[in-house]
């Protein structure tokens, strides 16, 4: 996941603040630089709205999703930047907040399922809407009755894989996969991604490129499918570093890396190949927690 930017470089201790709360006693977790103090405009936007100012929200990248219940008797706003949860909680005094985790006696964070609950559909729709910004490629019709965005690097064997695995649903109209390219594996994957997404058809091209994988057991995956350009086109070379971008900021670190809706609307990600991949994504088979 992203790594939280710090909030104050001056202050780096570390503070452990115990709240003793009816059911159990709860330890809030926080470095003291992720202590924000409400000072001059700061404090009088405080006081009106219980947070901090909208600047240094914005100024953060913090997305506010609005109060979610917590325990420990603090109360609790759950937010999100890029792809990660972020919980705020209100000091007692009013005037100080803090950004960490809150652990009962046995070290469970008691705030997790809130916080996820709060933030899984705004925080996947705004994923989403990214995802149908960058410049991808169809594979299938596009009236399918299921869309699934898959992060592709060319020199990936399991990514091949699923575009094998995945043709009965494609070719029936069930299915649209929609391949953002990544060039990340291997040196030539770079080059074979440009000259995909270069080409009169890349719909086609990448299907010849999966093809030429099927039968290629143990060979060297830098001279198999389509032969990566030497000089990549800088429109090309914009839209993989802009794709490896969001892969990165949604803290996905492998390919294939499959992201759908499902049946509630919830967008779902799997990274790999696991067993059931497809008939998890057709919603054949129960629902598993999120995995990146």
């Known amino acids: 996941m992203p790594r939280l930017q710090p909030l104050s470089r001056q202050l780096m201790a570390l503070t452990l603040p115990i709240f003793?709360?009816?059911?159990?006693?709860?330890v809030a977790v926080a470095y003291t630089r992720d202590v924000i103090a409400a000072s001059g405009a700061a404090a009088s936007s405080a006081a009106s709205s219980d947070l901090p100012s909208a600047q240094f929200l914005a100024e953060q990248g913090l997305q506010i999703v609005g109060p979610m219940q917590s325990s420990g008797g603090l109360k609790a706003w759950a937010a999100y930047r890029d792809q990660q949860p972020i919980p705020i909680y209100r000091m007692p005094d009013g005037k100080h907040w803090v950004i960490g985790t809150v652990i009962d006696a046995q070290g469970k964070d008691v705030n997790?399922?809130?916080?996820?609950?709060?933030?899984?559909?705004?925080m996947g729709q705004e994923f989403w809407t990214d995802l149908e910004r960058t410049h991808w490629i169809g594979d299938g019709k596009p009236d399918a009755a299921r869309i699934a965005y898959v992060f592709t690097d060319p020199n990936c064997p399991y990514c091949n894989q699923l575009w094998r695995d995945a043709r009965p649903l494609v070719q029936a109209g069930q299915l649209q996969l929609r391949?953002?390219?990544v060039g990340m594996l291997r040196p030539s994957s770079e080059g074979k991604a440009a000259a995909i997404l270069a080409s009169k058809a890349p719909e086609?091209?990448?299907?010849?490129?999966a093809m030429a994988y099927a039968d290629a057991h143990g060979k060297n995956p830098d001279v198999l499918g389509i032969a990566p350009l030497q000089r990549i086109p800088l429109s090309a070379r914009d839209a993989l570093a802009n794709n490896a971008a969001l892969m990165s900021n949604a803290g996905l670190r492998a390919t294939p890396a499959t992201i759908w809706k499902n049946a509630q609307g919830?967008?779902?990600i799997r990274t790999g190949m696991p067993p059931g991949l497809l008939d998890e994504l057709m919603d054949k088979a129960p629902a598993k927690s999120p995995a990146h």
Not at 115 to 122: C, E, G, R
């Open 204 to 209: 086609q091209a990448l299907a010849s490129h």
């Open 179 to 181: 391949h953002i390219l």
């Open 112 to 122: 997790a399922k809130a916080l996820h609950n709060a933030v899984q559909k705004p």
């Open 20 to 26: 003793a709360a009816a059911a159990a006693t709860v």
């Open 266 to 268: 919830l967008v779902q």
